[in-house]
């Protein structure tokens, strides 16, 4: 008998993707599925997707999920999370989500210590609404909102928005990764599992970004996107982790 080397988790469905070729968004589908699969989680863990590219992400996890208007996960999680503390409660969420509409969100949540988990996609763009300049968007990338690039006399510098959330005193965890290149996937996951560890434990807030393709809203093949993260994405987002405190608040 062959041996089977590899399996779909049963953290996802086997649903085909809406996602456009060369989009991050499957491979952290994968990685979130997988820990939640391995810590033993599967059962109590519930989602919070908001409005986004990530707006349909409940159809392709294999739990319970709730979603949110726009920019409002933190809220919801927040309130899930109250009602039922013995979940998983993590949000999921995009750069126009989280860091524009969203911003208050996060960062009062973040700011309060609540015990969930919250997965930033940071594209460095708006995804799923046309490719408008976002928060994260880089001084000089081109957008539908910006034909001539970004201006920093006009909009200002992109928002480092682990590095704004870590001067905070309460979350516990906060992290940069990438999925670019097979290691970086590693390193992604093992940033992701310790994030839920934290939340598991009752230690606070814990917050993952992961930066990410855009292809079709870069207007770049998947290979020429992969490029643009490491090339121009990361100098500006650095990878890493921001904020690593010991111990339940």
Not at 68 to 91: D, N
Not at 176 to 181: D, F, G, I, P, S
Request: charged residues 20%; contains cysteine; aromatic residues 8%.
């Amino acid at each position: 008998m062959q041996e089977k080397l590899f399996a779909i988790t049963k953290g996802l469905k086997e649903t085909p993707t809406h996602y456009c070729p060369g989009c991050h968004h499957g491979i952290v589908h994968r990685l979130i599925a997988e820990v939640i699969e391995e810590l033993d989680v599967l059962e109590k863990t519930i989602l919070v997707d908001p409005v986004g590219c990530s707006v349909l992400a409940h159809n392709y996890f294999n739990f319970d999920a709730i979603q949110a208007a726009h920019g409002r996960a933190p809220a919801v999680a927040t309130a899930v999370k109250r009602v039922k503390p013995e979940a998983v409660v993590f949000t999921y969420q995009g750069d126009g989500d989280l860091a524009a509409i969203g911003c208050a969100e996060i960062v009062h949540a973040a700011m309060r210590g609540e015990n969930f988990t919250a997965i930033f996609i940071n594209n460095a763009i708006y995804g799923m609404t046309g490719g408008q300049m976002a928060p994260t968007t880089l001084v000089g990338q081109v957008t539908a909102t910006s034909p001539y690039g970004r201006k920093q006399e006009l909009t200002g510098k992109p928002m480092r928005v682990s590095e704004m959330l870590a001067t905070l005193e309460a979350p516990q965890y906060i992290a940069r990764v990438a999925v670019n290149t097979p290691a970086n996937v590693n390193k992604a996951k093992a940033a992701i599992k310790e994030a839920f560890t934290r939340q598991i434990r009752g230690e606070g807030f814990s917050f993952v970004e992961v930066l990410s393709t855009c292809p079709t809203n870069w207007g770049m093949s998947p290979l020429k996107s992969n490029k643009f993260v490491e090339e121009s994405m990361m100098p500006y987002y650095p990878l890493g982790v921001f904020k690593n405190s010991e111990g339940k608040q």
